[in-house]
């Protein structure tokens, strides 16, 4: 498949919309908005607060008064999005964040082989696009997902070299460490087979995958990905257990060094893929690395078999993992049927995303349409839709993804599972039975983010009725010291578990209630000054 395929394309397949607008490179940030805490009195929030800042920021106008938002210019230079952090721990504010531009954007994406791209149309991709913003959180940090491969990757590629993660405080080709990570001229991520960052082993499979998470979309060259301009870590050299688990190593230190410093090292690590497996004995070495990722906030996305056996009952790696920051995917085809002869396991495998007929990149500029090929190409769809999900317009996100990284992935898990396609060729094969689709995702996180909450609430149980553990959602209002209570029908207290919260918003918890005998139970949230009941079901 050469590269100017599209032009054969554009003879055969039908016109799809097109839009009239082009796209433009947005200019820089105009200062920043910040938005005051209700209870804060805004004729009375002035200059003298704003003067303590380092750096000069002046009160430019009042963008509207009932909601209590404010412009701001910064005195020296640009604006930079490590001063929104300065603005956000100021007293009294609730939200900081650049006055960013907008500019006009191509939906459907000018790409030549979006119309071909019937993957993409499947799963909802222009719903969740047309909020998105470019590859970053809506403060600008950019949003990285790590891309695991055995050989390499065509980092040069015209449509892939604008997404190729660089760790910018490394001096390339210099045999130095210069950020004193432990690694030397880690500049374009890191190949553990190599102990470099050499990814130029072109073999087809890492091009092709890297090519249906990220490329640059709406560029008119090339095709649409899933991620639209998320940042790709290549983590190259996976050929055996020792080197995929230093890979996954790799990512996660990025993501601590990013928590840790609130953005000033690191990278946003969201994800990772892995587009590549093997049958036999389980590794219990590899699986504890999920849970170590997670906890970090990195969701890893698996591919499952290509071989048509149940890994409930046959053990895969790594997709037999039982860690809950991990998901396994399986293939459909464009009629949404499941592809034969994959595999599946209602325990072991998590959702299905396409994996059949898809056009991507490939070595050396070129462009390549797969046919009938393997689980590879389903997983990377998943792992490009989370990049997606952190550069929504919810601008507590990225920070409840610092300082409460494992619930926050958790959180995205539920709303790709939960807003997941369910399918009658998937029911009774895997644990979702569903299809990733983008739009019932976005529609629940819409819900979640944007719905105004004041009061300790709990917003969901499940599974109830439930035999051993469950999930509540719920609202703390704010930060402090909560208890979850268990109590019969009787009022006897069975269960306390304490917790600290740091932030206002929603949040996710676990209860583990195995040692409760079957019954029906009240589910307390108890905070300093309020609190809030749920129904519990135990089975036997």
């Known amino acids: 498949m050469v590269k100017y395929l599209h032009l054969f394309l554009w003879l055969i397949l039908p016109l799809g919309e097109v839009s009239a607008q082009v796209l433009t490179s947005p200019p820089p940030a105009d200062g920043f908005l910040i938005q005051l805490r209700p209870e804060v009195d805004l004729a009375s929030w002035k200059l003298p607060e704003l003067k303590s800042l380092e750096g000069g920021f002046l009160i430019r106008k009042v963008v509207d008064e009932e909601l209590k938002i404010l412009h701001l210019e910064h005195t020296f230079g640009e604006s930079r999005p490590e001063q929104v952090k300065s603005l956000q721990q100021m007293p009294g504010v609730l939200h900081a964040q650049l006055n960013a531009a907008v500019s006009t954007r191509n939906l459907p ?101 890297a090519g249906l998470i990220s490329t640059t979309n709406d560029n008119g060259i090339g095709l649409s990905s899933v991620g639209w301009n998320t940042k790709l870590l290549m983590l190259s050299g996976s050929l055996h257990d020792a080197e995929v688990i230093s890979n996954y190593r790799y990512a996660l230190r990025q993501r601590q060094l990013f928590n840790e410093t609130n953005g000033k090292e690191g990278a946003f690590v969201v994800a990772t893929n892995a ?189 109830n009725p439930f035999y051993a553990e469950v999930q509540i959602d719920c609202f703390l209002p704010e930060p402090g010291s909560y208890r979850l209570l268990v109590y019969d029908l009787q009022g006897r207290l069975l269960q306390e578990q304490s917790f600290q919260n740091t932030l206002v918003g929603p949040r996710r918890l676990q209860l583990n209630l195995q040692a409760v005998p079957s019954g029906i139970y009240q589910l307390w949230i108890e905070g300093a000054s309020a609190v809030d009941v749920a129904k519990l079901v135990k089975m036997r």
């Not at 449509?159 to 993660?165: F, G, V, Y």
């Not at 093997?278 to 170590?292: F, H, L, N, T």
């Not at 499941?338 to 299905?352: C, E, H, L, M, W």
């Not at 299809?435 to 499940?462: C, N, P, S, W």
Request: charged residues 20%.
């Open 275 to 463: 587009s590549f497996g093997r049958s036999g004995e389980q590794s219990a070495i590899w699986c504890a690395v999920y849970d170590q990722l997670g906890e970090a906030g990195i969701l890893s996305v698996s591919a499952a078999d290509n071989r048509l056996v149940n890994t409930d009952l046959r053990s895969d790696m790594p997709t037999s993992c039982a860690s809950e920051y991990l998901i396994t995917v399986t293939g459909i085809d464009p009629f949404d049927n499941f592809v034969k002869n994959r595999a599946y396991g209602p325990r072991t495998v998590d959702i299905a995303a396409p994996s059949t007929q898809l056009f991507t990149t490939d070595p050396w500029d070129q462009y390549v349409e797969l046919g009938y090929v393997g689980n590879s190409f389903a997983a990377p769809h998943v792992s490009g839709a989370i990049g997606l999900m952190y550069s929504l317009p919810f601008p507590t996100l990225r920070d409840m993804a610092v300082q409460e990284p494992g619930q926050t992935a958790l959180l995205m898990k539920s709303f790709l599972f939960e807003g997941a396609q369910p399918l009658s060729s998937l029911r009774g094969k895997i644990k979702t039975e569903s299809r990733l689709d983008l739009t019932g995702t976005f529609q629940l996180m819409k819900r979640h983010f944007e719905t105004q909450k004041t009061e300790l609430a709990i917003q969901g149980v499940y599974p």
């Open 109 to 209: 994406p000018n790409d030549p082989f979006w119309d071909a791209q019937w993957n993409l149309h499947k799963i909802g991709a222009l719903s969740m696009w047309s909020e998105s913003n470019y590859g970053k959180t809506m403060d600008g940090t950019s949003i990285v997902v790590a891309v695991l491969e055995p050989t390499g990757f065509d980092i040069q590629h015209e449509d892939l070299r604008d997404q190729i993660w660089t760790n910018e405080k490394e001096m390339p080709l210099d045999q130095l460490d210069n950020d004193q990570n432990g690694y030397i001229d880690d500049y374009f991520g890191w190949n553990a087979l190599n102990q470099n960052d050499d990814h130029s082993n072109r073999v087809a499979h890492g091009t092709q995958v």
